[in-house]
């Protein structure tokens, strides 16, 4: 159960642990102090954190390797392009020049090639300059025995060109299918005496660090830190940003508060690494008006660099994860880092009341794949979900009546909603069937949207808002 006695982000604050600052060269600047790319070069040295279990002086930034350039310019995640080896030496050598230690790849990533081109391009430097982050991937059944299991470690070690792995990860804890998370852990890690192998392998040096990353199944992850005492798990990676520190249930249902995660490690003094600062890029794209906020207050940094800053501020945190494609990517995210200014207590407050605005009015994730459609009742559904972002994005959402863009905003939306569905495909003609929630790879509850929206035209047609 969720212990509702969370200790709060400023009792953290005050337990912040040791940290240390090591030297880093900096970019080639312009004359106003920019990098090549236009992006602000760091203002100095990248801060690190010291890993309370072994001293490991990690940086702050780490460099997820999940989402590497393609020879076609694109993430590797994506399609059959091959990974871009020479670019991603570049960011590589980039990174560790300005001060980025702490590398994380998996099986997995990129086609199952994360791992071969991050050995190519850290084998280039000292072993002693740089952490690998790895995993056990073994999703599928057919490596849930000990024999399959046992080959993709060795063969992570052989990929990677190392003779230790400074981060092992149990990956994708409680990421099952409802119900079936604590039934997978066991038949991956457990039954098959896996765990039990890489407790040994952590004895004998080749893991410095054992841990997991945790997706999903509440019980899988309480009782793996219930275990602590039997695992004396080194460090844990969490999903957390400013909408998922209240907010990941609203946002999936399977998913669990930040807060409570992050509290129940610092509890243990478990490091935290964290992933999704960005939240899979949708705190890189919020909406216009929150843009407009988040520039009045700092109008030379980015919008991701306000993501970036809340994941860094908590001190339990090791380092914070980005899967960067591009040199840009880096960069900004050097600047943001290089040193990291932690959120004031001010900030802090600030991110979550812009949480709790997005969460009341947040961008529906229809990528228009029609893969919903044709509704048998006729209603176009990808263009009134699309319509409503669009007006989100524009700023033309009014919260009430009081807004001062109210006016405009109601006018916009309703016209351009006549103009862009015709009467008799828009949303208050759904019936609640559900045919087309269970064809979305987003997993809208399509019904529910529709409903929403129908009710907020409504409104906005009586002038009720």
């Not at 997706?215 to 400013?242: C, M, P, S, T």
């Not at 001190?315 to 900004?332: A, F, I, K, N, W």
């Not at 044709?374 to 033309?396: Q, R, S, T, V």
């Not at 987003?442 to 129908?454: A, K």
Request: aromatic content about 10%; proline content about 5%; charged content about 20%.
């Amino acid at each position: 159960m969720v212990n509702q006695n969370n200790i709060s982000r400023r009792e953290f604050l005050k337990r912040a642990g040791a940290a240390g600052i090591a030297a880093a060269g900096l970019a080639a600047c312009d004359s106003q102090g920019r990098a090549a790319s236009g992006v602000p070069a760091p203002e100095g040295e990248m801060t690190y954190r010291t890993n309370p279990k072994t001293g490991d002086k990690v940086s702050i930034l780490g460099f997820g390797m999940m989402r590497l350039p393609s020879v076609g310019g694109r993430s590797a995640r994506e399609g059959n392009e091959g990974i871009d080896q020479e670019m991603v030496n570049e960011m590589v050598d980039y990174a560790m020049a300005h001060g980025v230690n702490y590398f994380d790849t998996s099986p997995a990533y990129c086609q199952g090639q994360s791992e071969r081109a991050t050995g190519i391009a850290l084998s280039r430097h000292s072993r002693d300059s740089y952490y690998i982050a790895t995993k056990l991937s073994n999703f599928a059944p057919s490596t849930w025995t000990r024999e399959a299991s046992l080959a993709m470690y060795h063969n992570s070690m052989k990929e990677l060109q190392v003779d230790y792995i400074d981060y092992l990860l149990l990956h994708g804890i409680g990421m099952a299918a409802p119900g079936k998370g604590m039934e997978e852990y066991e038949a991956r890690y457990l039954d098959n005496g896996i765990l039990d192998f890489l407790l040994e392998e952590r004895k004998a040096g080749r893991i410095r660090n054992l841990g997991f990353s945790y997706h999903g199944d509440i019980e899988v992850f309480d009782r793996l830190l219930a275990e602590y005492d039997k695992y004396q798990w080194d460090f844990v990676q969490i999903q957390l940003n400013y909408l998922d520190w209240k907010y990941a249930k609203q946002i999936n249902p399977r998913n669990t508060n930040a807060e409570y995660l992050y509290n129940e490690l610092a509890k243990r003094n478990i490091p935290a690494v964290i992933m999704e600062p960005l939240l899979g890029g949708r705190l890189s794209n919020v909406p216009d008006r929150v843009v407009a906020q988040l520039k009045e207050r700092s109008p030379e940094t980015s919008v991701a660099s306000w993501a970036f800053r809340f994941a860094g501020s908590f001190p339990g945190v090791l380092t914070v994860l980005s899967g960067m494609t591009r040199m840009e990517h880096l960069q900004d995210n050097l600047h943001t880092y290089s040193p990291l200014h932690p959120l004031s207590d001010e900030e802090f407050a600030f991110l979550q009341h812009t949480a709790t605005l997005m969460m009341q009015f947040d961008t529906i994730p229809c990528n228009d794949c029609k893969y919903c459609m044709p509704c048998p009742y006729g209603i176009d559904i990808p263009a009134i979900l699309l319509h409503y972002n669009k007006c989100l994005n524009e700023g033309n959402i009014a919260l009430d009546a009081g807004d001062e863009n109210y006016r405009k905003a109601r006018r916009a939306y309703l016209v351009g909603y006549d103009r862009s569905v015709p009467k008799l495909r828009q949303a208050d003609h759904c019936t609640g069937c559900d045919q087309c929630s269970p064809h979305c790879p987003q997993g809208i509850d399509i019904p529910q949207e529709l409903h929403r929206i129908d009710a907020y035209v409504e409104q906005l047609k009586q002038n009720t808002l």
